[in-house]
């Protein structure tokens, strides 16, 4: 192999190196469940309009048989609009059986786009939801990934209201970065 040929060849890997490093770092950090201590339900607006919203929650298929646990609900939007059920469970039915989803018509404010999403279980038994999904009069359906079991007495859920752009758009900057140096050297390296 001569000097030509092996000056050719390290741009081309150096691009592959920086693709590798661009495709993994992209799928590196999905998004979790957190628990949220400080979260207060108390601050529930006094609405002068109320609006319904179709929350069908899904069971994971690998939590409990059912739970007996008191299951509750708060979700809402970034302007404030907060949506809260105190309790969802119902002991005498099958609600939250694993494998199996559950459809509730909850009211309150009316919000903008739902962009968090809390739950609160309280109880022994345990529960895994798979996902929830929101539908909301003038918000396009949200669906958040759970598929982790809630733990007991603390709010547990999402809040992308502020962090879903700046995410994304911090992804997008360090992939044009990357590319750039990318570039950069390909150039320094064939010169």
């Known amino acids: 192999m001569d000097n030509k040929s092996t000056i050719r060849t390290v741009p081309i890997l150096l691009q592959f190196l920086f693709l590798f490093f661009l495709l993994s770092e992209a799928n590196s950090n999905p998004l979790k469940p957190q628990a949220f201590e400080s979260f207060n339900v108390s ?5 002068v309009s109320t609006c319904s919203y179709t929350v069908i929650i899904t069971t994971s298929c690998s939590s409990t048989r059912y739970t007996s646990d008191q299951i509750s609900i708060a979700f809402g939007d ?3 609009n907060q949506i809260y059920a105190p309790r969802l469970d119902d002991p ?3 609600t939250f059986e694993q494998c199996s989803s559950d459809t509730f018509e909850i009211y309150g404010p009316c919000a903008y786009q739902i962009c968090y999403v ?3 279980r309280s109880g022994l038994a345990g529960w895994k939801p798979e996902s929830v999904k929101i539908y909301g009069y003038g918000s396009r359906a949200v669906t958040f ?3 982790t079991f809630i733990p007991s ?5 999402f809040n992308l209201c502020h962090s879903s752009s700046s995410v ?6 360090r992939w044009s970065i990357s590319v750039i140096i990318g ?3 390909s150039a320094i390296i064939i010169l």
Do not use: E, K, P
């Not at 994304?168 to 900057?173: E, L, M, T």
């Open 183 to 185: 570039f950069v050297l």
């Open 92 to 94: 005498s039915t099958t």
């Open 78 to 80: 970034a302007y404030g």
């Open 43 to 47: 601050y529930i607006q006094n609405a």
């Open 153 to 157: 007495d603390i709010w547990y859920g």
């Open 168 to 173: 994304h758009s911090q992804s997008r900057h």
């Open 145 to 147: 990934y759970y598929n």
């Open 118 to 120: 809390y739950f609160y």
